[in-house]
């Protein structure tokens, strides 16, 4: 079967407010991203996901959103968006928008008037519910953000409901109106030209009806959220959420059936893998984020990969990511030599992976003293470290002022080591991150068994990891992975093989050929390319 671009391509999140700032006011924006398109095409990045760039108050830093048709005036404008777009396309690359339909601001029109009286025609647009006999809160649900998920509206004398902070009430998919008018936010998108959306959790879309009790988590710890007290069996994950996501599909699809629709969803395979919808007609790719959320182990890793690959529906698509927005950066998680593990495992499982901006040159969590927390999940657990601003920060171009990101005052701090790391050096650096990034991803491109070929689990042990890929009619590769800082041995029984290291982690071992036995330094991986056997 021939590919959709979506599934060969990588993909290339951009946190706009961090990547590239034009007008010195040291928040990123739109002629920013525009100005660095050609280091995105060096690398061969073939689409750009923009987080949100829509008018909003930033209570939730864009994920509060006020107009879902306009641009964001610190980003820029809509014509600033459409040279944006005409550019990213010139140059063979894709764009793709975040899309976040579960809840709104509560500034933005439609709220304003469901707020406004019990009887305004959009009050069931949003999820409003008596309170109980008592005065207390409809039901035990909590914020993703700290306390719980409802807020009391004292004009119209009822609770709002809010998965995230109170400034972001949920819309009411039950409602027909409520999806027709996102689908025309998607339409209009999609007749200007954007490649596809990330959907942004997808999984919250539909709750329980009845509204009951979400139960105790028994792993509940401490340290964590306090979000996590509780399961949230009836606040998510709904059978009647499906539905949407194919609905959603099929708006997709009026445009044509080159668009692509990513889910953002937090749940165990089994539960993720529903979310392709029956015959595939769901989310194009459920996001995967068992690299994000696994303990960095070698066993449970493959363990996972092979899970996974066993639970893809017929036709469904794998893809991986290592980190994002809301999550520890994987060179923080995992640490500087290990990161480049991952990225080599990243860049040659079979699927469509994610990169976070900056994981190419091994960025880590930056320390924000507690007066510069600015995001809402720092703020509100201040006891618990859970800031998502460390993994946040500008991207470190050069070592000139500010990274090369801005000539005004950054909005978060940067790394205190750009300096002497940074794109510029790496660029020119044959043993850099960004060096093994550029060329994992153009042996990607050009080797028909990395770009779509088909997984071949070899060994796992608590050590390391091994896999082929192969393709009719092309070479196949041998990768094998060292996911400790101990050196080990790769001896599987009743498995020969014969091949030259074509790419590793310590550049040292390339060019070398293998055979049947490595001895695999710790941090060590090996992309080996198979020689094939004359036929007996």
């Known amino acids: 079967m021939d590919k959709k671009w979506w599934q060969t391509g990588i993909i290339y999140q951009v946190y706009p407010r961090s990547y590239q700032d034009s007008n010195g006011d040291g928040v ?19 689409a750009v996901w923009l987080s949100p760039i829509y008018p909003s108050p930033m209570a939730d830093f864009g994920y509060d959103i006020s107009d879902y048709t306009g641009i964001h005036p610190m980003f820029g404008n809509m014509a600033d968006f459409d040279i944006l777009l005409e550019e990213v396309h010139k140059r063979g ?47 035990n649900w909590l914020s993703m953000f700290g306390g719980v998920a409802w807020e009391w509206d004292h004009n119209t004398q009822q609770y709002y409901y809010h998965a995230f902070l109170k400034e972001q009430p949920d819309l009411n998919w039950r409602n027909p109106e409520v999806q027709q008018a996102m689908f025309d936010v998607m339409r209009f998108w999609l007749k200007k030209g954007v490649d596809g959306f990330r959907v942004d959790v997808m999984w919250h879309m539909i709750k329980d009806a009845q509204f009951r009790n979400n139960p ?7 340290h964590m959220s306090t979000y996590a007290q509780l399961m949230p069996v009836y606040s998510t994950d709904q059978p009647e959420v499906h539905e949407l996501v194919h609905k959603m599909r099929a708006v997709m699809e009026e445009i044509d059936d080159e668009r692509v629709m990513i889910g953002e969803i937090y749940l165990p395979i089994h539960q993720l893998v529903s979310y392709y919808g029956v015959d595939n007609n769901g989310a194009h790719l459920p996001f995967n984020f068992q690299l994000l959320t696994l303990p960095w182990q070698a066993l449970q890793i493959a363990t996972a990969i092979d899970q996974y690959e066993g639970a893809l ?22 640490g500087i030599q290990q990161a480049r593990v991952a990225a080599m495992m990243l860049l040659t499982l079979r699927g469509t992976p994610t990169i976070y ?37 500008p991207m470190q171009w050069d070592n000139t002022t500010n990274a090369g990101f801005t000539t005004g005052k950054p ?21 850099s991150m960004l060096t093994l990034h550029k060329r ?35 070479d196949s590769f041998l990768i094998v992975l060292n996911l400790t800082h101990l050196p080990c041995y790769f001896r599987p029984p009743n498995f020969s093989f014969s091949g030259k290291v074509e790419i590793a982690t310590i550049p040292e071992s390339e060019g070398i050929h293998l055979s049947d036995t490595i001895s695999l330094d710790g941090d060590e991986g090996l992309v080996i390319r198979l020689e094939t056997k004359d036929p007996q």
């Open 357 to 393: 901006y900056g994981d190419e040159i091994a960025m880590r969590n930056v320390a924000i003293p507690f007066d510069e927390v600015v995001d809402p999940q720092g703020l509100n657990m201040p006891d618990k470290n859970l800031s998502r601003d460390p993994s946040r920060t």
């Open 440 to 474: 994992l991803i153009t042996l990607r491109t050009n080797e028909p068994a990395l770009d779509a070929g088909s997984y071949v689990p070899v060994f796992a042990d608590n050590q390391m990891l091994a896999y082929k890929r192969e393709a009719a009619g092309a």
């Open 93 to 139: 690359m894709k764009l793709l928008l975040d899309l976040v339909p579960n809840h709104t601001s509560d500034q933005h029109p439609w709220f304003l008037e469901s707020r406004s009286s019990r009887d305004n025609p959009k009050r069931d647009w949003y999820i409003w519910h008596d309170p109980l006999p008592d005065g207390g809160v409809p039901n």
């Open 216 to 222: 105790p988590d028994p792993n509940y710890e401490p």
């Open 411 to 431: 909005w978060l701090r940067l790394s205190k080591i750009f300096q002497r790391d940074n794109v510029d050096m790496q660029q020119h650096d044959p043993y």
């Open 28 to 46: 990123g924006d739109l002629k920013g991203i525009l100005g660095r398109l050609d280091y995105l095409q060096w690398l061969g990045i073939n």
């Open 313 to 334: 529906p017929v036709n469904g698509w794998p893809n991986w990511v290592l980190s994002n927005h809301d999550q520890h950066r994987i060179a923080s998680r995992v």
